[in-house]
């Protein structure tokens, strides 16, 4: 991995950055539970609140459905601005564990239903994708640093 092509601006060191990020996604220590985005995006429960206690290591965020598809890992969650219940479905087929709806879109009824009938918690935050990124990426950080 070239690092030089990696820009990320933060209040922290670079360096600094680039290890706990090496750490955090890399060799994935961090775990973080569906219920720990509620507090981090503060978002709002849109349905399946049995299910928040799954823990996860991973995340994608993207419009796409095809890069959805392409992304495809196991017990991962999903930020999105897309709401159709194809999100639903596409997001069961490659093992998101929840879907993260931002920029405060809510998702039809249909797809509601289908999230339930999977067992797929549904989340809705306000904050923009990029912004929402980044808090995960922070908390992330901030969890690597209490180990």
Known sequence: MNKSKNHIYYNIKKDEIENNIYRCFFRKRVIMKVKDLIR??????????????????????CDLLSDILAYSKDEYVLLTGLTSSQVVRTAELTGA??????????????AIGLAKSHHIPL??????????????????????KNK
């Open 123 to 144: 989340l809705k935050t306000d904050n923009l994708m990029f912004t929402s990124c980044r808090k995960i990426v922070e908390e992330f950080i901030k969890e690597e």
């Open 40 to 61: 981090i995006l503060d978002a709002e429960v849109l349905c399946c609140e049995d299910f928040l206690d799954q823990e996860t290591k991973d995340f994608g965020a």
């Open 97 to 110: 564990i929840a879907i993260v709806f931002v920029r405060g879109k809510l998702p039809p009824q249909e």
